[in-house]
């Protein structure tokens, strides 16, 4: 699919969880990592996995099948962690599958909050029309609590 | 070179020089005789003009050029050093600082309004000594006995003094040319003895367009005038003859000699400290030791994976990389380590503006200012002990009167001193002054129910100094400036505790309190007890551990629910390393004997069980980042030889 690139167009990395698709704003995905160990660490909420090593870096680590109570799977070979750069914070996004990084035009995203009423949603801020297929994109601050 | 390398320099420099103003004005405010000092604000507030014009900031500039003209007048001896020009430099400093924040900040200076302190500043100039008479003259022109015994000579060969004031046009644009041109002309009636201002400063313009020659001339009065005055772009000259007495009074003498002693002394000095040294940028040296970590990181790892090896060359080797990357690890933190003065020395001036503010007269004895620590140290260590030092002089020493009534000296002393004790470095906050009352701590609390009413008749020492570090503990009956907002000795206990530091409290009613900060060498390489805690690793820090025994579980006993072991005859809790971190533990109960580490935090001690024992290693800190910044029983991690990460403890929280 190609698609001319132009100012209002934004660039996602595209992943699934479950059955869903979801998308993160490629400016702040720094990069993607296969599975690697994870250190636990105490007191912290049930869906941190702990901590790992990236290249001599400390980064948290967060399942994000946890977060989102689904069932939980099986490390296989294409789950990966995406590690993620906003606000100061570096965390890295357990998924099952990394698939592509696509480039939408603005008329094709849509904010959340018009489509998606139940409070349990407000961690999805925008909805990607991909051809059809839904993509849903996250908000970190809220997906992760990290508002004040 | 370009502007923005000089907005660099600048901004690297110019704090500097705000200390050395800082420093030499509060030496010139204990000896007011102190020509050195005055010549180091000179140099100082000279060199910040020079800077501040070439990059066009005018109110700098300005402030610091009339600066100079009234250091000028008490180099020149034309006007007194009172404790009013104290505080006007003072501020002048301060405004130059927060004007120089702005330039580093925004790249220019913002539009502050410094029209009030100009005014001052001119104030002191605008009534200059009244040239017009010859005492005045003489006032301002004190000269030594070398100078009187020459004019002495020369009016016993028949020469005449003359005071000559030469005032330039306001037009005139080379002054110095044309001061240079009437010492030339004066120069050939004679001799010239002496010049106001210096001929340095008039060579180098430091002049408005009045200045004064002492000429032991030959010849008239008349012919000397209007030699002068054929000069061009000259307003007046007036000549006056003077008259010496030729024995200068003893007491200028013998100030004057010491002043120059101290001169020579102070210009030995400086020769024999030079130093060679380089600027490095802060951001290099973080670098260079980060990559010390990673190599100390990989060091580990080969230990880890040659353990195995037998090869006697492979050991060898292993051990020579081994022992190099440490010496550099050090060689790499000797670098890092600075003067705890960098901290200190803003101190003086602290506790002098707190003391003016609370009335109270305080003698701040600085020991120990050479003390080296890690620069993350000096980064984080200087707004705790500011608060300690407030503190000291709020709530520690009495007004004067009050003291004068205890029997004590009516000056206060704060001591601030800095030491070095094995891996740690340690600075203490004395005070003489009237000590912590236990009970109005214990009555604070409950009033601000920190602790239950019939709970505080309990408490021991240690308990209530705990309470004093409590977050929303103030003893300040009124809220003052300067401490007692609440926000007080729990925000210094916990900047200490997170850069691996303890504070104890030692206090004696009526004599004063002793405020103890240790501090680790370095935050970021530290030697750690590597232990398994359910098949997971944590790091101990070594500086915390004080024994590692085995103890059978029999003697584990039980005191009112609570587990305590027997220790060097006496009882220490137990503290369950798996029920702290909330993991449960592989069932060891049912072992006979069980591993204990018995941590010491301060003169506490305490045994904290553990799975097992891996060993000790040299570990580098990390952060655990924001996402997890508010783990209070983690201080941090570490990546271990096989690249995984383990947990470092933060044994304060834990026992």
Not at chain 2, 55 to 65: A, Q
Request: aromatic letters at 4%; a negative charge.
């Amino acid at each position: 699919m190609e698609k001319k690139s132009n100012l209002g167009d934004k660039q996602f990395i595209s992943f699934i969880l479950g059955e869903e698709n979801f998308g993160l704003d490629v400016m702040i995905v720094e990069s993607v990592e296969r599975m690697s160990s994870i250190t636990p660490v105490p007191k912290t909420p049930n869906y941190v996995l702990g901590v790992t090593n990236i290249r001599g870096d400390i980064i948290p680590v967060v399942n994000l099948r946890k977060r989102f109570d689904m069932d939980d799977k099986e490390y296989d070979d294409d789950t990966r962690i995406v590690i993620c750069n906003f606000d100061g914070y570096r965390i890295g996004l357990v998924v099952d599958l990394v698939k592509d990084v696509i480039t939408v035009s603005e008329e094709n995203i849509q904010a959340s909050e018009d489509i998606l009423k139940d409070r349990k949603n407000d961690f999805i801020s925008e909805i990607i029309d991909l051809d059809g297929n839904y993509i849903l994109a996250l908000d970190l601050i809220k997906t992760l609590d990290l508002g004040e | 070179m370009d502007n923005n390398r000089y907005m660099e320099l600048f901004a690297e420099e110019s704090k500097e020089h705000i200390q050395v103003l800082n420093d030499n004005i509060l030496e010139l405010e204990v000896d007011t005789n102190n020509m050195e000092a005055v010549n180091e604000i000179f140099r100082a507030a000279h060199t910040l003009k020079g800077m501040a014009g070439t990059l066009g900031l005018n109110l700098i500039t300005d402030i610091t050029h009339n600066m100079e003209n009234i250091l000028d007048d008490i180099r020149n001896q034309k006007k007194e050093v009172t404790s009013h020009l104290i505080d006007i430099l003072l501020e002048c400093t301060d405004t130059l600082d927060v004007l120089i924040q702005d330039v580093i900040e925004f790249g220019r200076e913002g539009d502050r309004d410094v029209t009030d302190l100009l005014t001052k500043l001119k104030d002191p100039i605008s009534s200059p000594i009244d040239t017009e008479t010859k005492q005045e003259y003489e006032k301002a022109m004190k000269l030594d006995q070398y100078q009187l015994s020459v004019i002495k000579a020369g009016v016993e060969q028949g020469l005449t003094p003359y005071w000559i004031e030469i005032k330039l046009q306001p037009t005139c644009l080379l002054r110095a040319a044309r001061a240079y041109m009437v010492f030339q002309a004066a120069e050939s009636f004679g001799e010239i003895i002496k010049s106001v201002p210096h001929v340095q400063d008039i060579e180098e313009e430091k002049f408005e367009d009045t200045f004064y020659i002492l000429l032991l001339a030959k010849g008239d009065q008349a012919e000397i005038q209007s030699k002068l005055e054929s000069i061009s772009e000259i307003d007046y000259v007036r000549i006056k003859k003077a008259e010496y007495s030729v024995e200068a009074p003893k007491e200028i003498k013998d100030a004057k000699n010491k002043i120059e002693e101290k001169q020579q002394q102070k210009s030995d000095g400086s020769n024999h400290r030079q130093v060679r040294s380089i600027r490095v940028d802060i951001e290099r040296l973080d670098l260079l030791m980060n990559l010390v970590s990673e190599l100390i990181i990989i060091k580990n790892t080969m230990e880890d994976l040659s353990s195995n090896n037998t090869d006697a060359g492979m050991i060898e080797n292993m051990e020579y990389l081994s022992r190099v990357a440490n010496e550099l690890h050090d060689a790499v933190m000797k670098v890092r380590m600075v003067p705890i003065e960098m901290v200190f020395n803003r101190f003086p001036r602290v506790v002098r503006d707190l003391a003016k503010n609370t009335n109270k007269r305080i003698k701040l004895n600085i020991v120990g200012a050479d003390t080296e620590v890690d620069r993350t140290i000096i980064d984080e260590i200087g707004d705790p002990l500011i608060h300690l030092l407030r503190n000291a002089i709020d709530h520690g020493i009495e007004l004067p009167e009050e003291r004068l009534n205890m029997g004590k000296e009516p000056e206060g002393t704060v001591d601030l001193i800095a030491y070095h004790d094995g891996n740690n470095v340690v600075i203490e906050v004395r005070d003489d002054g009237r000590g912590i009352n236990y009970q109005n701590i214990v009555d604070s609390a409950v009033r601000k129910g920190l602790i239950a009413k019939d709970k505080a008749n309990q408490l021991d020492e240690k308990d209530i100094i705990d309470l004093m570090f409590q977050p929303g503990f103030s003893t300040a009956k009124s809220v003052s400036d300067i401490s007692g907002r609440g926000v007080g000795m729990d925000v210094v206990k916990t900047k200490i505790e997170a850069m691996g530091g303890l504070i104890e409290v030692e206090t004696e009613l009526g004599k004063g309190t002793r405020f103890i900060v240790r501090l680790p060498l370095t935050l970021s390489i530290i030697q750690a007890l590597l232990v398994e805690v359910s098949n997971e690793i944590f790091a101990i820090p070594l500086s915390s551990v004080q024994e590692i025994i085995d103890i059978p579980l029999s003697q584990v006993k039980i005191l009112r629910g609570e587990e305590v072991i027997p220790y060097r005859g006496s009882l220490i809790p137990l503290v369950r390393l798996e029920r702290e971190l909330g993991v449960e533990g592989d069932d060891k109960s049912r072992d006979e004997v069980i591993t204990l580490v018995v941590i010491k935090k301060g003169e506490k001690l305490s045994g904290l069980t553990i799975g097992n024992l891996i060993g000790q290693q040299e570990i580098v800190i990390k952060s655990l980042g924001k996402y997890l910044s508010d783990i209070k029983i983690i201080s941090g991690a570490t990546i271990l030889g096989d690249g995984r990460v383990a947990l470092i403890l933060d044994i304060n929280r834990i026992v």
